[in-house]
Antibody
Framework: QVQLVQSGAELKKPGASVKISCKAS????????ITWVRQAPGQGLEWMGW????????DYAQKFEGRVTMTTDTSTRTASMELRSLRSDDTAVYYC??????????????WGQGTLVSVSS | SSDLTQPPSVSVSPGQTATITCSGD??????VSWYQQKPGQSPVLVMF???KRPSGIPARFSGSNSGNTATLTISGTQAMDEADYHC??????????FGGGTKLTVL
């Protein structure tokens, strides 16, 4: 069974950076993409961006351009998402999800358990 | 705000049909997926490619996409279907988007 296991909760101060990892198992990371989605408290899902496990191509939502970096490490089967210059409104649960294609974001049949990032002074 | 518009809430009586809409410009030219999310849990895919049900999703869930509106229909709604439902649209470009989500109440 495909599994995505994310790193644990983080508490950060405004202006800091956070890096969340997402370890994939029971499928070949290079054949699919990983999408990152976040959900602020009581809010809907927000698409942040996507990275191809095949060639590392990325596509970030315009809102996060310049502040986010998504990477994959095929040797450890781990995807990561770094968000910089954190603000209080970045407080959210961050999810990684397996894209069903290697060349586009597509849809997401498998999700990580979520990582709570709290930003507070 | 989102480029996909969903009603914030929908209420349905048990056994009746629930209809949740998702509207966006030229949505018919995109693929629409739907996710069910219960409190404290990760989203679960319940519909993809507009009308396809993943394995394990009951047949009472169905989908459609026409014009500028996609619809998730739950026939014979059960108490266990009470959840938030999120639509998602994507096409051959790599970017994607979600709707604002709809809280389905079964009462």
């Amino acid at each position: 069974q495909v599994q995505l296991v994310q790193s644990g909760a983080e508490l950060k101060k405004p202006g800091a950076s956070v890096k969340i990892s997402c370890k994939a198992s029971n499928y070949t990371l290079t054949m699919y993409g990983i999408t990152w989605v976040r959900q602020a408290p009581g809010q809907g899902l927000e698409w942040m961006g996507w990275i191809s496990g095949y060639n590392g191509k990325t596509d970030y939502a315009q809102k996060f351009e310049g502040r986010v970096t998504m990477t994959t490490d095929t040797s450890t089967r781990t995807a990561s998402m770094e968000l910089r210059s954190l603000r209080s409104d970045d407080t959210a649960v961050y999810y990684c999800a397996k894209s069903d294609y290697y060349d586009t974001s597509g849809y997401y049949a498998y999700w990580g358990q979520g990582t709570l990032v709290s930003v507070s002074s | 705000s989102s480029d996909l518009t969903q009603p914030p809430s929908v209420s349905v009586s048990p056994g009746q049909t629930a209809t949740i809409t998702c509207s966006g410009d030229k949505l018919r030219n995109k693929y629409v997926s739907w996710y069910q999310q219960k409190p404290g849990q990760s989203p679960v895919l319940v519909m993809f490619h507009d009308t396809k049900r993943p394995s394990g999703i009951p047949a009472r869930f169905s989908g459609s996409n026409s014009g500028n509106t996609a619809t998730l229909t739950i026939s014979g709604t059960q108490a266990m279907d009470e959840a938030d439902y999120h639509c998602q649209a994507w096409d051959s470009s790599t970017a994607s988007m979600f709707g604002g989500g709809t809280k389905l109440t079964v009462l």
